[in-house]
């Protein structure tokens, strides 16, 4: 085995090695404070860390924004959303106007076991109705469950945290997430 590779396994066995002493002694095997003590990893589900605010869990949608304008669907570069819609008619906006057709969301799933998380749906929607959620708990033991439709998608609403002012002297107005 050329050395270069030798050395490559050793320093590997010492990062595993390292690892496994901090796991096992969490407090050091000396009794100098280390900023890095303990396990790396956590004891999922018995143990939960809280993803970054921001994180791209899963995708919520704000139903009564969506206007069924199929922008979404057509960007997906995964063909992984799926809308139906009909027309309806709806009372003017002014007393003597002319009623409007109005679009009604009848269906919209996103199957998570395609959506590869690009976040191109929540950039193009014009309507303010697609949100980034950092919810992560929706794995499903068969993968065709991974099709979650417009009432789940709903419900992740009321995790998506609100927009976080931005950096100083920025000028463009805080976005607003719709409750
Ligand atoms: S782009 Fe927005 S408004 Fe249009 S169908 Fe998608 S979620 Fe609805
Ligand atoms: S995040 Fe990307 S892949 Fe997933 S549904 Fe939206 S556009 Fe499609």
């Known amino acids: ?88 008619k709806a009372p003017p906006r002014r007393p003597g106007g002319k009623p409007r057709t109005v679009s009604a969301l009848d269906r919209f799933d996103i199957d998570y076991a395609l959506c590869m998380y690009c976040g191109i749906c929540v950039e193009v929607c014009p309507f303010d109705a697609l949100f980034w959620s950092p919810e992560y708990e929706y794995s499903e033991p068969r993968i065709a469950d991974l099709l979650h439709d417009k009432t789940r998608l709903g419900e992740w609403m009321e995790t998506v945290p609100d927009f976080e002012p931005y950096e100083a002297g920025s000028e463009v107005k805080v976005r607003k997430v719709p409750r």
């Not at 320093?11 to 050091?28: A, H, N, S, Y």
């Open 1 to 88: 085995m050329p050395d270069i590779y030798g050395k490559g396994l050793l320093k590997g066995l010492g990062v595993t090695f390292r690892e496994m002493t901090k796991t096992i002694f969490p407090d050091g095997m000396t009794k100098r404070p280390s900023p890095t003590k303990g396990a790396a990893t956590v004891q999922y589900p018995h143990e939960k860390e809280a993803p970054a605010p921001r994180a791209r869990g899963v995708i919520a949608l704000k139903e009564d924004n969506c206007t069924v304008c199929m922008l979404c669907a057509r960007s997906c570069p995964d063909w992984c959303i799926y809308i139906e819609g009909h027309e309806e």
